[in-house]
C-alpha cells in the first residue's frame, strides 16, 4: 500500500494523512460541505488510525443525551480491526472525494517540497564547489608563495654577485661626484647597483629567460653596465636636483663616410616644481603645449644662434612618460634660426633597411635610424623613456658648431596612450 499511495500521491502515507486532518480541520464549513454520515464516517477514520479498534471498556462509552458522540462511537466500532494504514488512506480516499480542493493542495505541497529539495540540494553542491575552489586556491597560494620564495633566494644571489662585480666602478664614479662626502658616495653606489640589478632582470626579461633557471653571472668576467653612466645616473634622494649631471661620452654618428667633429657630452637634471613648471608655459608659451599621438614621434628642430654658445631644453607631461633623446644635425647655418615643430609617426622615421643604420629600441637607449641621404648627425643623447610627468627633466649642450639640433619626443612604443608635452628652449651666450 505504501508503494501505492507515493506513486500516487507522491507522498508518503503518515505525511499524507496529516495534511488530510490539517486542511480537513481548516476548511471544515468553507470549501468541505459533508453529510452528517460522512463527518462521522471521517472521524471513524481519524480514531481508528490513531487508537486502533473500539473497545467500550477502554475508551468509554457516550452518554445518553450525547447523540453526535454516540453516533460516532458506532461508526467507529463498525470498522472492527480495521489497520492504522488502511484507516488512514480510507479517509484521504473519503476526503478527496468530497472535495475537489484537496488534490491540488496535496499536488502543490509536493511540488513545494520537491522545489525546497531541490534548493538544498543545489545548495549543498554550491558549498562543495565553493569548498574545492578554496582548497584549489590555498593551493595555488601556497605554490606562488614557494616559487616567490624560490625566485627572491635567485635574485638576491644575483643582485649579491652584480654588486661584487661594479662595487669598485660605482665607488670610482661616486668618488667624482661628492668627493670628500663617503655617506652620500654610499648613497650613490647603492642607487647605481639596484640600478644596474634591475637593467640586468630586464635583460632575463627580454631573453624570456625564467629568474630560477638564470645562471648568476660569472665574477671572472665584468658585466657591461649599459645605461648606469651612461644615459640614466639616479639622482641621490633629491639632493642633486638643479645640479647638473654627466650623462654620456657622446661620439659622433658619421654618415655615408662624411666625418664629423667629437663634441661634448650633454649635461641633464631633474626638478620636482613640476606644477609651477606646466602653469608658467600655459601662462606664457601655450604654443609649447604639444599632443603627442600614440605611435608619433615629435621633433624639436632648434637651429644654433650665432650669438649662442649653449642650448637648454625642459620638458614634462601629463600622467604617462615619454622617450626624449637629442640629436645634433652638421648641416651650414641658414638665414632661418626659427624653432620649429616636426610630428612623424614611426614608419616616417625609419627608412629603408638596406639604407639605414642600425638602431635599437627606445627602451635601451639605441641611436636613431638614419639613411644615406640625411646630413651628418650625432647623438647627444640616447632616446631612453623619462618618468617626466614626475618631475621635469632638463638638460644643456654646448654648440658644437653651427648646426641644427633635434629634441625627440618619442610616443611611437605607446598603442593606445596620447601624451601632453609642455617644453621649453632657450640658448645662452
Known amino acids: 500500500m505504501e508503494d501505492l499511495i507515493q506513486e500516487n500521491w507522491g507522498i508518503q502515507l503518515v505525511a499524507l494523512y496529516k495534511l ?5 480541520r481548516e476548511k ?5 460541505q459533508l453529510t452528517y454520515q460522512e463527518k ?3 472521524s471513524a477514520y481519524a480514531q481508528q488510525a490513531v487508537n486502533g479498534k473500539y473497545i467500550p471498556e477502554k475508551h468509554g462509552v457516550a452518554g445518553v443525551l450525547d447523540v453526535v458522540g454516540r453516533d460516532r462511537q458506532a461508526a467507529w466500532q463498525i470498522l472492527g480491526d480495521m489497520t492504522s494504514e488502511v484507516a488512514m488512506n480510507s479517509f484521504v480516499e473519503l476526503l478527496n472525494a468530497r472535495c475537489s480542493l484537496f488534490r491540488p493542495f496535496i499536488d502543490a505541497y509536493v511540488a513545494d517540497q520537491k522545489e525546497k529539495e531541490r534548493q538544498r540540494l543545489e545548495e549543498e553542491e554550491k558549498l ?3 569548498e574545492e575552489m578554496r582548497l584549489l586556491e590555498e593551493q595555488r597560494q601556497k605554490e ?15 643582485q649579491e654577485v652584480l654588486n661584487k662585480q661594479t662595487y669598485a666602478q660605482f665607488k670610482a664614479y661616486a668618488e667624482q661626484q661628492y668627493p670628500n662626502d663617503p655617506e652620500q658616495q654610499n648613497i650613490l653606489i647603492k642607487q647605481l647597483q639596484e640600478h644596474h640589478y634591475h637593467q640586468y632582470m630586464s635583460q632575463l626579461l627580454r631573453q624570456n629567460t625564467p629568474i630560477n633557471q638564470a645562471p648568476l653571472p660569472s665574477l671572472d668576467a665584468e658585466q657591461p653596465i649599459e645605461g648606469s653612466l651612461n644615459g640614466d645616473t639616479p639622482s641621490v634622494d633629491g639632493e642633486r636636483e638643479g645640479q647638473e649631471e654627466n650623462l654620456s661620452e657622446t661620439s659622433p654618428l658619421p654618415v655615408d663616410g662624411i666625418p664629423v667633429k667629437e663634441i661634448l657630452p650633454a649635461s641633464m637634471w631633474t626638478r620636482k616644481d613640476i606644477k609651477e613648471f606646466k602653469d608658467s ?11 603627442v599621438g600614440h605611435g608619433e614621434i615629435v621633433t624639436v628642430r632648434v637651429p644654433t644662434q650665432e650669438e649662442g654658445s649653449c642650448l637648454y631644453w625642459e620638458f614634462a607631461t601629463d600622467s604617462y612618460d615619454i622617450g626624449f633623446g637629442v640629436l645634433f644635425e652638421w648641416t651650414p647655418p641658414t638665414e632661418d634660426s626659427n624653432v620649429s615643430v616636426h610630428i612623424s609617426d614611426i614608419e616616417d622615421e625609419e627608412s629603408d633597411p638596406d639604407e639605414a643604420v642600425d638602431t635599437q629600441d627606445i627602451e635601451s637607449g639605441g641611436k636613431v635610424r638614419l639613411t644615406k641621404d640625411q646630413a651628418p648627425m650625432s647623438v647627444i643623447v640616447p632616446i631612453y623613456r623619462r618618468d617626466c610627468h614626475e618631475e621635469v627633466y632638463a638638460g644643456s649642450h654646448a654648440y658644437p658648431s653651427q648646426g641644427v639640433y633635434l629634441l625627440k619626443f618619442d610616443n611611437s612604443y605607446s598603442l593606445w596612450r596620447s601624451k601632453t608635452l609642455y617644453y621649453r628652449v632657450y640658448y645662452t651666450k
Open 20 to 24: 488530510a486532518t490539517k486542511f480537513y
Open 28 to 32: 471544515e464549513g468553507k470549501a468541505i
Open 40 to 42: 462521522c464516517q471521517l
Open 128 to 130: 562543495k564547489q565553493e
Open 144 to 158: 606562488e608563495e614557494a616559487e616567490t620564495s624560490r625566485q627572491d633566494a635567485k635574485k638576491q644571489q644575483i
Open 281 to 291: 608655459i600655459r601662462r606664457e608659451e601655450k604654443e609649447s603645449i604639444i599632443k
